[in-house]
């Protein structure tokens, strides 16, 4: 397969982090973000990798040149400020396979050829990895005409599953792809043609988008 790493957002949540490094290059064990998750689909040797970049391009070409100067299956694509439909849509011309696009931000433990494999026994042409989160504050019950508070929920785990990404899609998805006019209308229309299957996982995952994030990977991440 083909992947397709995100790595051109501002990052603006994660500011001042962000002020003047990528998202996935902030370091994590002295390394960059992007490093353990390049590493990670290289394990399972994946066609090509494509980093889909914008935002201090100049900087993610220097990453790739420092740990992976030597890998020309790792390709670099600068679509520069534009939503991510458009850097799939750029990075299009040089896939040549299913593929894969993963977030640039976003680890999770799980198996990836089992992934995969389970992917394709369900003859679907598209796939997400999504588990059940649980909130980082507890909630409140209450009626909603009086203000009369009726009960409290120590963090608890939201009914739908949030999206880890790790999205797989077949070549032939390209097309609509193209069509698209934004990642979130590409999203709609496939879901709505019961076009892609949901994997579900209990496994660690990391994503970071605030500060708060950030401190809490730095701390807890193991390769």
């Known amino acids: 397969m083909?992947?397709?790493?995100?790595?051109?957002?501002?990052?603006?949540?994660?500011?001042?982090?962000?002020?003047?490094?990528?998202?996935?290059?902030?370091l994590i064990n002295n390394k960059p973000f992007l490093y353990y998750l390049i590493k990670k689909f290289l394990k399972i040797k994946v066609n090509q990798i494509i980093l889909a970049a914008g935002y201090k391009f100049h900087k993610i070409?220097?990453?790739?040149?420092?740990?992976?100067n030597?890998?020309?299956?790792?390709?670099?694509?600068?679509?520069?400020?534009?939503d991510?439909?458009?850097?799939?849509?750029?990075?299009?011309?040089?896939?040549?396979d299913d593929f894969i696009v993963c977030y640039g931000d976003t680890h999770?433990?799980?198996?990836?050829?089992?992934?995969?494999?389970?992917?394709?026994?369900?003859?679907?042409?598209s796939s997400v990895l999504s588990t059940y989160?649980?909130?980082?504050?507890?909630?409140i019950i209450y009626n909603k005409k009086t203000l009369i508070v009726k009960n409290f929920l120590e963090k608890p785990i939201i009914q739908n599953p949030i999206n880890l990404g790790y999205f797989i899609f077949k070549k032939k998805?390209?097309?609509?792809?193209?069509?698209s006019k934004s990642w979130a209308n590409f999203l709609d229309k496939i879901s709505k043609k019961n076009k892609m299957l949901i994997?579900?996982?209990?496994?660690?995952?990391?994503?970071f988008d605030t500060p708060r994030d950030y401190f809490d990977i730095k701390s807890k991440f193991m390769r």
Request: with cysteine; proline share 3%; charged share 30%.
């Open 199 to 207: 994997q579900l996982t209990n496994k660690k995952f990391f994503s």
């Open 84 to 96: 991510i439909i458009k850097r799939l849509q750029d990075c299009s011309k040089f896939i040549e």
């Open 173 to 179: 998805l390209i097309k609509e792809i193209c069509k």
């Open 2 to 26: 083909d992947v397709v790493l995100l790595c051109g957002g501002k990052g603006e949540r994660m500011r001042p982090h962000t002020l003047e490094t990528p998202k996935p290059l902030l």
């Open 108 to 125: 999770v433990s799980i198996d990836l050829n089992k992934y995969i494999k389970n992917f394709y026994a369900s003859e679907k042409d």
């Open 70 to 82: 030597k890998n020309k299956n790792i390709k670099l694509f600068n679509s520069g400020n534009v």
């Open 61 to 68: 070409k220097k990453f790739k040149l420092k740990y992976f």
């Open 133 to 139: 989160f649980k909130l980082k504050y507890g909630t």
